[in-house]
């Protein structure tokens, strides 16, 4: 017999180790190190070892997996797990309303909720006193799939709810519905390190969830990230919530994960405020949600409304615009950059996508279309989301035909059709030819561009024009510029030929790190722009810079050395320069600033959002990080400021949310310069 301290250490281990892992995955505040965690996991592991009658269903040292199961078992779900009816605009969403309001007069004074769809694996959890004792899919909503093993290894799932010690009692039986989903971020390490390992990386989160799940070597789902998130009780005994507002909040209670973006809605004019809101932050929620669930709160009122076909009344998947989608690659075209590489994009049958039609997507590169067997013809996965370039994702393989073709490397430039060169060992491949039209075109886009000269008015369309037009050879042409070289363009008039000259003459006074940046040598962006101009203070220093004074700079290595080097022996770069100095495009760096930048910012994180006065994003993100801060791309508590210029957008709510400090560029300049 086991000693009865042995028995209530375990107990005591159990209950520990439970807590911190609420701790940790559901509250995302841990209370214990790493260290301390393992070792009260290790202690608890060893008692179950030596004595294995104190194991228990609810142990957490489950949570590393089990034995391979042989098959799934069919289990049958104790009430039916219904599905939800779709509703694709505002209208239809309004005609779901009309027909319940005739079917129950509850319906015109009904609240809601309103709350993400999540786009993972529904799961079914069952409890009994407490202990969870059965996971699984949904299946056909009469029969899923017992994962329990797979389930309990997801570190947010409860083992024995209540988590907290509090005053609630367990349900003598409650059944839960929830969503097993892969956090974003999560997502893009697993990849990563799938990828590196040379493994197969998934495509998006909801297929590495429900994959992972339905494996029959738990220890393989243990590896995964899976999290999870519970949004309805659909069965139990004893006191249950009557409206599903108080239903998410006692599973909050209990110790649940809850989706964190739910609301309360007094009518359904509020709920689609909800979905708007929700629509425009979508990118930027730590999960992929792909609409929102509009519910009748009140449980009777929804369970009365019943059922049609699988679909109950009382709720509504409000869907947002799909983000991926398919259509057919009709050809594969090319574009040559500003540094001569060519790079292929996909010509699409138009398809809307994210809200917008969409006719052609970047394939990244040439070995992308290899690697991913990317053939012309193909039905395709095409992504749009947020900011993001429209990509192809990949082709559908099983819905070839058989007349796709795969895609030849081109020979040529289809600008200045000279010969294309592969370098060793690079992926990109090159039109050399330093006078080709399509990369002057380019190089006068980016010499112009906000964050190079700043020339307003002089977009791509006006650089082809001129490059068609042989108004210019090189980007030092355009400060020779005459009213009437415009005029002679189509579209052209008086006024904006001025207001282009005048834009033109003003980037004469731009800085010395604007001139090095847009000059477009490799390698050299923003900030390697900036640091050059504070080494070398004039044009004329940098263009006699050796290796070795090159290579001393900070955060410059011999390759882009190397780079720097090359471009300035080349003599084409050597008459720009000359005839820049000529037009009086000639800036040189103030002294006075001090050698070390005084890290100011160190230890701080950053997240830029909106149009600042002044400074390009560019500019903001190089200063933050000379002086010691990081940028990041999105708002989490761990951000130490939001940085807010014009029309902001949703990461100054969440900013809100969060209470983020936040700075207008002003208040960011006198942070720089404040001392500790
Ligand atoms: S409620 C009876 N709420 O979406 C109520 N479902 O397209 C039915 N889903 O399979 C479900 N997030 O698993 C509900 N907040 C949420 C949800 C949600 C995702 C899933 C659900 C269902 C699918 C329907």
């Not at 965690?37 to 269903?57: A, G, H, I, N, V």
């Not at 070398?536 to 290579?551: P, V």
Request: charged content about 25%; glycine content about 8%.
């Amino acid at each position: 017999m086991v000693i009865k301290s042995k028995r209530d250490r375990a107990e005591e281990l159990r209950q520990q180790i439970n807590y911190h892992n609420y701790c940790y995955y559901v509250l995302n505040s841990p209370l214990v190190s790493d260290h301390e965690y393992d070792l009260l996991m290790r202690e608890l592991q060893e008692l179950e070892t030596e004595y294995p009658e104190l194991f228990k269903p609810d142990s957490p040292t489950q949570r590393v997996g089990s034995q391979p199961a042989e098959a799934f078992v069919r289990v049958p779900h104790p009430v039916s797990i219904l599905s939800l009816a779709n509703a694709f605009d505002a209208g239809e969403v309004h005609d779901w309303f009309e027909r319940i309001s005739k079917l129950d007069d509850r319906v015109a004074r009904a609240d809601f909720t309103a709350e993400p769809k999540l786009d993972g694996l529904t799961v079914v959890l069952t409890y009994e006193d407490g202990v969870f004792i059965n996971g699984s899919t949904r299946g056909d909503g009469e029969y899923g799939e017992d994962i329990t093993a797979n389930l309990r290894t997801v570190r947010s799932l409860p083992l024995r709810i209540p988590v907290k010690q509090n005053d609630l009692e367990p349900p003598p039986q409650l059944v839960i519905r929830g969503e097993a989903i892969i956090l974003r971020e999560a997502f893009e390490t697993m990849n990563r390190r799938l990828e590196q390992n040379g493994q197969r990386t998934y495509v998006n989160p909801r297929n590495a969830a429900a994959g992972a799940l339905r494996q029959l070597d738990s220890t393989l789902t243990a590896s995964r990230p899976i999290s999870l998130l519970c949004y309805a009780i659909i069965d139990g005994e004893g006191p249950l919530p009557n409206t599903q507002w108080e239903a998410l909040s006692y599973l909050r209670q209990l110790g649940f994960p809850v989706p964190e973006y739910v609301a309360h809605c007094e009518d359904l004019e509020q709920a689609l405020v909800v979905y708007k809101e929700m629509a425009k932050q979508r990118d930027e929620l730590p999960y992929e949600v792909d609409g929102v669930v509009i519910k009748i709160n009140d449980l009777q009122l929804a369970a009365d409304l019943g059922v049609v076909g699988k679909d109950p009344r009382g709720a509504i998947a409000y869907k947002f615009p799909a983000q991926v989608v398919t259509t057919l690659l009709q050809d594969i075209g090319v574009n040559v950059g500003r540094t001569g590489v060519i790079t292929p994009y996909a010509i699409l049958d138009p398809i809307e996508v994210g809200g917008v039609t969409v006719s052609q997507a970047t394939l990244h590169n040439f070995d992308y279309i290899a690697e991913k067997d990317i053939r012309v013809g193909d039905r395709v996965l095409i992504k749009r989301a947020g900011d993001v370039i429209p990509y192809v994702i990949g082709p559908v393989a099983e819905a070839r035909q058989g007349d796709e073709h795969v895609y030849t490397l081109p020979e040529h430039c289809p600008s200045c059709g000279e010969r294309l060169e592969r370098l060793p060992g690079e992926v990109a491949v090159y039109c050399v030819n330093a006078a080709c039209p399509a990369q002057l075109v380019r190089n006068l886009e980016h010499f112009a561009s906000r964050s190079a000269m700043d020339i307003e008015g002089l977009g791509i369309k006006i650089a082809k024009q001129l490059v068609e037009a042989n108004q210019v050879s090189d980007v030092a042409d355009i400060y020779r510029l005459k009213v009437n070289d415009l005029l002679s363009l189509e579209g052209f008039a008086e006024k904006k030929a001025d207001n282009i000259l005048r834009a033109i003459d003003v980037s004469r006074g731009q800085s010395l790190t604007r001139l090095i940046n847009a000059l477009g040598i490799r390698g050299v962006g923003e900030t390697v722009a900036g640091d050059l101009a504070h080494h070398f203070r004039s044009m004329d220093a940098l263009a006699d810079a050796t290796q070795e004074k090159l290579e001393r700079i900070e955060g410059i290595g011999p390759n882009t050395a190397t780079t720097i080097i090359d471009w300035n022996v080349q003599s084409a770069n050597r008459l720009l320069l000359q005839k820049l100095r000529e037009a009086g495009v000639w800036p040189v760096e103030e002294e006075g600033e001090v050698e070390a930048t005084p890290q100011t910012l160190s230890g701080l994180t950053f997240v830029l959002t909106g149009t600042l006065p002044n400074l390009t994003r560019g500019e903001a993100k190089a200063l933050i990080e000379r002086h010691g801060g990081k940028v990041t791309g999105s708002v989490s508590r761990r951000t130490s400021y939001l940085v807010a210029g014009d029309t902001p957008g949703s990461k100054l709510e969440r900013a809100r949310e969060y209470g983020v400090a936040v700075l207008d560029e002003d208040s960011l300049l006198s942070l720089v310069k404040t001392e500790g």
